[in-house]
């Protein structure tokens, strides 16, 4: 039985929440506190957290932030939040999705269950050696800085490669192109975030199968990108 965290401080939202999650054989455990939620997030053993963004003790922003440099699972925010600012920021401190109130229960049942399904396929899909990223029909080797596709070669620039291989590090989670460009080019580089974009499509066309319909690099329209397992 799959354990879920929602920390969501008004108490029949809460109790809705659980009550549906419970119905698919979930155990639940809820805190009404920020800070409370995020040391039962970080001491539990969760397969899956729902944060609220405006509770007391600490915000669902910092909760979220804090979670995903220690943590990987995934991170749903249920927010009456519905700027597309604040999802932004939600994607970009790690949220893996975005619902806003009112939801339909069995819709977040759902997603919920759909971010887990992707989260285990990639931990399925992970091997041993950490020399090696295999993810469905890809592998990205490290040391030779090679890239396969159904077991033939693709041939990425260096930048490419370097774009690929960090994306694939962090799955699941969304990066703006801002980030992109810092983590890749630096801060200091001359250039432009345009090119983001640019190496996006190229590396597209080598290694989906339907680059307008890609598997692995998603667009998160107004956010970024994430790489999907």
């Known amino acids: ?6 920390i969501e401080d008004d108490d029949y939202i809460a109790e809705l929440q659980r009550d549906y999650f419970q119905l ?15 040391t039962e997030a970080l001491g539990g053993s969760y397969e899956l957290v729902i944060v609220d963004l405006q509770l007391p003790g600490m915000d669902g922003f910092e909760i979220c932030r804090q979670i995903r440099e220690k943590l990987d699972l ?3 925010i249920v927010s009456a939040k519905k700027e597309e ?3 932004i920021r939600g994607f970009g401190l790690g949220a ?6 009112p939801f339909s229960p069995n819709e977040l049942v759902a997603r919920a269950k759909a971010h ?20 469905r029909e890809l592998s990205i080797h490290k040391s030779s ?8 070669e693709i041939a990425l620039t260096a930048r490419e490669y370097d774009v690929l291989l960090f994306l694939a590090s962090h799955p699941n989670r969304v990066f703006g192109k801002d980030e992109l460009f810092e983590r890749i080019w630096g801060f ?10 640019v190496h996006i499509s190229r590396i597209r066309e080598k290694i989906e199968a339907d680059p307008s319909n890609p598997q692995f690099i998603e667009t998160v329209w107004g956010a970024g990108y994430r790489f999907n397992v």
Do not use: Q, W
């Open 1 to 6: 039985m799959k354990r879920i965290l929602i």
């Open 24 to 38: 698919h054989d979930f155990r639940v455990t809820i805190c009404n506190d920020g800070r409370a939620g995020l």
């Open 74 to 76: 995934p991170i749903l």
């Open 85 to 87: 600012i604040d999802k």
């Open 96 to 101: 893996d999705d975005f619902v806003t109130k």
């Open 116 to 135: 887990l399904a992707r989260y285990e396929r990639y931990a399925g899909g992970r091997v041993a050696n950490a020399e090696r990223i295999d993810i």
């Open 145 to 152: 800085r090679r890239v396969y596709v159904r077991e033939r």
């Open 188 to 197: 200091d580089s001359n250039g432009d975030i345009a090119t983001v974009t």
